[in-house]
């Protein structure tokens, strides 16, 4: 992803010497020492390019042309299978909260419900594992000694390699139960806040959207901790100090140069994170329960994401007409998340740090 | 990152899982210790085409696994490759030639075109639906100090389309006399996927219910009412863990919940193997000659003493001729083996065994491929 924004860099900094593997490591600013040894590449790059350099530059174009291509195909299958059920849809397809795809004569399915559920389950992610993230990214950066803050930044890391499955299994079986009085808590002093209403599932089964955000805020840790703690660990040295200087408390110093440096890449991680959230199947699937009347606005309603309602109708593809009104919800979700990852990199390429 | 670090560990766990995975497998089975459907008596002509190949539903995958373990013991070295991909699949694939039998929840349908397919499929011979494998579906419940639960057709189908609310309703005291019912929701599980459990369910609540359900049939839940969860695993664990809830599944996986009784009019029956072959027995054949397709509609709504009409029946389905003669020879071979030697382990995983006329009708059938 730091593709894109990487590659002018190294370019502006060295047109006329050529030898990026130095010049990434040293500061741009002080070039002068440099002099001397970029020289000797300059006469030789004049007048011919190296077939090395020739070959990488071919390779790392195509792999940066692949992925464009491969969204592009991706974006345009979605798009060719989904035009034809869109046309046979019986209700509105923006707007309608039915889904019944099982006669493929009277298909009748609208992503409202879909959308709902997928998003109310993301923002609860977000929330639980926002502040959380900032935590440990914080910790790990200002506060724990160098010797436990590696050991523990791999932990975290882990985190992200536990398959989805069985973070859902865990949700389920596990986390559900501890979380039900948690949940019953919240719905008996909080339930006049339509958010916290009683849900259209049962509570004691605990396949809420409340469970399954928790899961996946969970989920949604290592990843924006992993990139937020990058993005602190670059703070200028130059700025701690001189707010250390000034007098300025272990927590000053971090409100005052660490967050607002980091603030961007904070928020970007977030949507990255965000953009997981909306895409995650597996362990949705397993958790959420299905309830029998729409979406009403509560985190403890049940529901169906686009990606657990298409994993779960899988099984039983037989007919393309069908499957057309599945891939046409993963054509929304397809967009969704590019919007999401769109406002991400909007929020950071503002930053003049990250140019 | 460091990478190498990474790469080492990940190494040593992907050792670890293989050497694991060497250590599993399936155990061998016992040799076939029939219970209900005994026969080793019945000559299998083995040989022929290997393997076989044959496609579709999945409710009858477990079955059709234990069906060619036997047949590989039974013919040395002869094998079946089922693919379960779906009842629609399997009818599609046969009708196209593709495989040598389909598997499907349903028999074919004329009004779909599937029986003139099949037919021409056939070389312009018939092609035979064979209920060769049967699963009962559990009413299962949980419900604190209720052990012995009796429901009838009508019940039901008011419990699961909402119109019985609550565990002390009259219409339930009134099965179950002696209970101490108490006044809890009923929290109704189902199935959020689509499946032909779901649709078998609807199909018995429409032909026991005296009319109470007006929802229709169909493989997703039309209820309107509770909780879906994913797949018969996720009923079963959803049903377990809140105190009221009730759902339907496959017989496999209520072994460790209350199962409750059908009374369909000639008193409670218990779900038992021997209950399940009793309605089986009693199943009227609507097709003609060897040609088994049950009605299932009749056996859903009669009142059998003994007899658990709630049960998903699945057809094999074949040609009556047609195949090349090494097909034949196979497919006749592997369908003996699976009415009879076939059917020593299905208790354990939740199926019934073929009681003995009916295993009888299938045997004809089977024997009259050419």
Known sequence: MSESSATPTPAGASVDSGNTGVGGRVPSADTTPEGPISAQPVTGNKTKVRPGDRIFRGLTTGSGVLVVVLIGLIGLFLLVQAIPSIGLDQVNFLTSREWSTNDPANLRFGILDLLLVTVATSVVALVIAMPVSLGIALFLTQYAPPKLARPFAYAVDLLAAVPSIIFGLWGLYVLAPQLAPIASWLNDTLGFIPIFADGNVSSEIGGTIFTAGVVLGIML????????????????????EGALALGATRWEVIRTTVLPFGKAGYISASMLGLGRALGETIALTIILLAPSTTFGGSIFDGGATFASKIASASSEFNDPRSVGAYITAGLVLFLLTFLVNFAGRAIVSGKKEYR | MNFKRHGAALGIVAAGALLLAGCGGDPTPPGGSANS?????????????????????????????????????????????????????????????????????????????EVSAAAERCKGN??????????????????????????NGETTAKIFNGSIKKWNDPAIKALNSGANLPDKDIQVVFRSDESGTTD???????????????????????????????????????VQAVDGGITYVEWSYAKNISVAKLDNGSGAVELTSDSVGKAIDNAKVKGEGNDLVLDLDALYASNTPGAYPLILATYEIVCSKGYEPDTAKAVKAFLTVAATDGQARLADKGYAPLPKAFQDKLLTAIQAIA
Not at chain 2, 45 to 52: A, F, M, Q, R, T
Not at chain 2, 127 to 150: C, E, H, Q, R, T
Not at chain 2, 218 to 237: I, L, M, P, T, Y
């Open chain 1, 221 to 240: 840790l290592p990843i924006i901790t992993s990139l937020t703690r990058e993005v602190f660990q670059r703070t200028p040295v130059a700025q701690i």
């Open chain 2, 37 to 113: 459907a005994s026969s080793s008596s019945t000559p299998v002509d083995c040989g022929g085409k290997n393997p076989l190949s044959a496609e579709g539903s999945s409710a009858q995958k477990g079955a059709i696994d234990l069906f060619a373990q036997a047949y590989g013991q039974k013919c040395a070295g002869a094998q079946v490759n089922y693919n379960a991909s779906g009842s629609g699949n399997g009818v599609k694939q046969f009708n196209g030639g593709q495989v040598d039998f389909g598997g499907s929840d349903s028999a074919l349908s004329a009004d779909k075109g």
């Open chain 2, 126 to 151: 018939p092609a035979w639906n064979l209920p060769m494998v049967f699963g009962p579906i559990a009413i299962a419940y949980k419900l604190d100090g209720v052990s012995n639960l009796v429901l």
């Open chain 2, 200 to 238: 078998n369910f609807q199909k018995y609540l429409a032909a026991a219910s005296n009319g109470a359900w007006t929802q229709g049939a169909g493989k997703s839940f039309h209820g309107g009412v509770g909780n879906g969860a994913e797949k018969s695993n996720g009923v079963a664990s959803a």
